[in-house]
């Protein structure tokens, strides 16, 4: 299948993991600097399979965490998807911004607090969540896709219906996902009690998407959903995208991070797993190789495919052009969970 891509080691990550824990900036490959214009439409004109495959096709793509914490690194990536868009993709982004809310709180001079590695989101920080993520983080992204040249919609608690899983809402395993519109009721009872605000998605509405992605818009939602009682709750960026790529019918879920791929072994940048089928990713969530928030990204694409969306792709949103790599080449980037 001249789509897939084998296991192996890519020399550049290296480079690549080298620049993690310091880089605001985006990381630019260093062959890419010295190519020529020859080399450069030579790429281009190889591109078109690509660009044929994927024209008037669905893209959920989720941007966060460490990938987006500054507009140095938000730039390049708007560009990219303002492209592709351009050669014909349906995007949606979903997005989250775990390290502007703790700014935030900090500003406001509240102490995040974590449990099981989540933002315990009491009614007071959930507030903050809400303007930071619906509010200053969305219109932000907005703001940048249509100065790119393209036209945004940013959309928070529109569309998507939370169970909450928490103590404090007390309605809200009221679960207001049992009704027709059910995408997926899948209440986690494991974080009850203990993380507040926090939310998992009980029924879609990709509605509200399709007209806005049929007029050329790109819809920018924000992990923030209501119950239907409308107490908000803040839900995993992964899972809202992964869940949205389900519904939509999606070609492809991109998960834009702060790291390589799924590494076989989590602390070699050398052990990127380029290419895995659910059954494998399984095995590596059994076999407890993914910790923390890759797990919980592994666990989505896994869901997602399994729900008929083609592919899932964990890629470094911090490197240059990862997005035109993993559509536009057939090497691609990061890791592809298949079917
Ligand atoms: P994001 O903010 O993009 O959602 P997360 O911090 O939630 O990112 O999840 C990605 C992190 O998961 C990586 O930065 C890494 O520290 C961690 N991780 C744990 N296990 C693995 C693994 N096997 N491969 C890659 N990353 C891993
Ligand atoms: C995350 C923030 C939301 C999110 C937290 O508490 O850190 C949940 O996952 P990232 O940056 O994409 O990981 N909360 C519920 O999706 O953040
Ligand atoms: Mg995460």
Not at 161 to 181: E, K, N, Q, W
Not at 218 to 231: E, L, N, Q, Y
Request: net charge neutral; charged share 20%; hydrophobic share 45%.
């Amino acid at each position: 299948n001249k789509w897939s891509r084998k296991m192996y080691t890519n020399p550049s990550l290296s480079f690549q993991s080298s620049c993690r824990e310091t880089s605001s900036e985006p990381v630019v490959v260093p062959e890419a600097r010295s190519m020529s214009a020859q080399n450069r439409v030579d790429i281009l004109s190889e591109a078109l399979p690509y660009i044929q495959k994927f024209h008037g096709k669905t893209i959920v793509v989720k941007y966060g965490g460490a990938a987006t914490t500054s507009e140095a690194l938000q730039v390049p990536v708007i560009s990219n998807l303002v492209l592709l868009q351009n050669f014909g993709l349906r995007i949606v982004i979903v997005h989250s911004a775990g390290p502007e809310i703790n700014q935030w709180l900090g500003r406001l001079g509240l102490k995040p607090k974590f449990g099981n590695g989540l933002h315990v989101t009491d009614a007071t920080t959930m507030e903050v969540v809400a303007m930071v993520l619906g509010g200053k983080v969305n219109k932000h992204l907005v703001s940048l896709i249509n100065k790119a040249g393209a036209s945004a919609v940013g959309l928070s608690v529109t569309g998507l219906t939370a169970v909450g899983l928490s103590g404090m809402g007390a309605t809200a395993a009221g679960l207001s996902g049992m009704d027709d519109h059910l995408l997926t009721a899948r209440p986690s009872f494991t974080n009850f009690g203990l993380l507040g605000f926090v939310g998992d998605i009980a029924t879609g509405e990709p509605a509200v998407l399709r007209p806005l992605i049929d007029n050329g818009y790109i819809p920018v939602v924000a992990s923030v959903a209501a119950d239907k009682t409308g107490r908000l709750y803040i839900i995993n960026a992964d899972t809202v995208a992964g869940e949205l790529a389900a519904a939509l019918a999606a070609e492809k879920l991109i998960l834009l991070t702060d790291v390589a791929g799924i590494l076989e072994e989590r602390d070699d940048p050398r052990s990127l797993v380029k290419e895995v089928d659910i059954e494998g990713a399984r095995r590596m969530m059994n076999d407890e190789k993914n910790a923390g928030g890759m797990f919980q990204k592994v666990d989505c694409c896994v869901r997602s495919v399994a729900q008929g969306v083609r592919a899932a792709s964990i890629i470094d949103g911090r490197v240059q052009h990862s997005l035109l790599l993993e559509f536009l080449t057939g090497g691609g980037a990061g890791t592809m969970i298949t079917g």
